[in-house]
C-alpha cells in the first residue's frame, strides 16, 4: 500500500519501522544548497530529472 | 570518519544506483571551501553539495544533537578497523545525518533519520528501499 500524502511509509523495506511524516514541502524544494564552487542550487533543481539518493552527512570531517 | 566511511561506502554502489536509473548526491553542512576540500581529498564520486544554514538539514527532519552514545563507539571500532580515521570537523558536529530517496518531482519515497554519530543505514538497506521506490513508481 503507498503511504498517504503527507507520509512516507518505510515500512515497505523494514517492516517493523514507524511511518515518519513526510519531510517533502515547498520550503524543502525551495532551500538552496551549496555546490563546493559556491553556487547556490535549489534542492529541487537537483531532484527534478531522477530518482535521486540524498545522503546527508554529519559534516565533512 | 563516519563521514568519510559513509561516502566510500555508498560510493561503491554508485553503479547499482545509477543502473536502475537513479543519482546519488551528499549534503554536508559547512563552508563551500570545506566540501570542496573533502570532495578533492577522499575523491567523493558523487555531487557533494553543503548547506551552511543547515536550513534544508532541519526541513528534511534531521536530528541536531550531541548523537554520541555506546552504539557510536561500537560503529567507530568497525570503522577504526576499516582504516577511517576521525579529521578535523568541519562543519557542525553536533548536526546528525540521514537518507532521503526522493522521486521526481518531488515525492519523498523513503527516509531515515540518523539518530547519532555513525548510525547510518548500509548502502544493502538504501538499495532495497531505492528498488521499491520504483517498482511503485511517483503518487
Known sequence: MRPRVGECDTSRVFPDAEVRPMSWSP????????????????????????PTVVLFLRHFG | MFCREQVA?????????????????????GTASMARGFVQQFKV?????????RQVFALAGMKRRFGIGLHTLAV?????????????????????????????????????VDQGAGDHLDPASVLAALEAALSEGPA
Open chain 1, 27 to 50: 520550503e524543502l524544494a525551495a532551500a538552496t544548497v551549496l555546490s563546493p564552487e559556491g553556487e547556490a542550487v535549489p534542492l529541487a533543481a537537483l531532484v527534478a530529472e531522477q
Open chain 2, 9 to 29: 561506502r555508498f560510493g561503491a554502489v554508485l553503479g547499482e544506483v545509477e543502473s536502475m536509473g537513479a543519482r546519488m548526491l551528499a549534503i554536508g553542512n
Open chain 2, 45 to 53: 564520486p558523487f555531487p557533494v553539495f553543503t548547506d551552511p544554514s
Open chain 2, 76 to 112: 567507530a571500532g568497525r570503522a577504526l578497523k576499516e582504516g577511517f580515521r576521525q579529521g578535523r570537523t568541519q562543519g557542525d558536529p553536533w548536526q546528525q545525518g540521514g537518507v532521503l530517496i526522493i522521486l521526481p518531482p518531488g515525492e519523498v519515497a523513503f527516509e531515515h
